[in-house]
């Protein structure tokens, strides 16, 4: 018995030295270990070996089992090594190749005004107000010189809350509030950006558009303060060539009241398409703070003047980047946002 397991350990050896697969492993696994292996077998016969031998040949039979189980398990292990290091080998990672991009947003061409218009202002020492958007009827009309029933109100119909409250229309509702907040009634210079709303729905108008409001109250301003901050801040928005008018014009809150139009900066005011043939291109409205909205504001008349003016955001975007259609601005088509994904220098605008 001791001669066979001997001879058996030997084979046991260099069939396990051959083994190279998994495949081959689990093959000895069955020739060895399976229903009719040698092992198997080798334990089943103990039932035909003489009592007094049965002891010695147990131990013989686990000997051969002892050294199959301890090859099989370094085996495997060694089998297992080999394929993690193959894969590891197989995948590396070629850092030279260029990656997957990621989708980038671009920011909103009604944001990119609206930080234009800021820097500008700010960087002549106005301050940034923001304004509520559901407004109340005293801010956004009586504080301003509508009165209840006034005619101009007919112009800035939008969605009511109630009797009182409202969506505002207009981004000069900030006036009153900022007139009020300041307690020491010292000057004010602020611009207040913001949304606004009214019943609208065309090419050009949208039942929501964005403003800038501008305010300056101090001791003497005049007209001409007015019109070197206009002058200012159309050069610096649309081109140091462009010219500025003023027009007559009415709101409850100014008085005088203007309009201001640029020279068109598609065809620098020789009269095209875009500017209607005119060269003219209607800018913002502005004027002279009207005396019972400084009243009404807290700050007196005779010490104190001041002028405003507001601007259409979107109006200003739509005529910088050249964008058709100002629903385009609220639509959320992801082929217009991604168009807005570089620099002012880089756009070449074409009309
Ligand atoms: N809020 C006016 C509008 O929506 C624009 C405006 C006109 C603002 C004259 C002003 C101003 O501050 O002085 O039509």
Redesign the pocket.
Known sequence: MQEKINGLLEELAKAFADVKTMQELNDLKVQYQGKKGIITELSAGIKDVPNEEKKEYGMHVNTLRVAFNDAYDKNKTRLEEELVNKKLKEETIDISLPSVKNMRGSKHPFNRIIEEVEDLFVSMGYDVVDGPELEDDEHCFRLLNYTVGHPARDAQDTFYIDEEYLLR??T?SSQSRVMQANTEKSPIRVICPGKTYRRDDDATHSHQFG?V?GLVIDKNISLADLKGTLEIFAKKLLGEETKVRFRPSY?P??SP?CEVDVTCFKCGGKGCPLCKKTGWIELL???MVHPNVLKMGGYDPDEFTGF???TGLDRLAMFKYAIPDIRYMYGNDIRFLRQFDRKDEEYEIKY
């Open positions: 229309t207009q000069s403003q409001e709101f809150f100014t009241s409205g502005a004027g405003a003016f507001g």
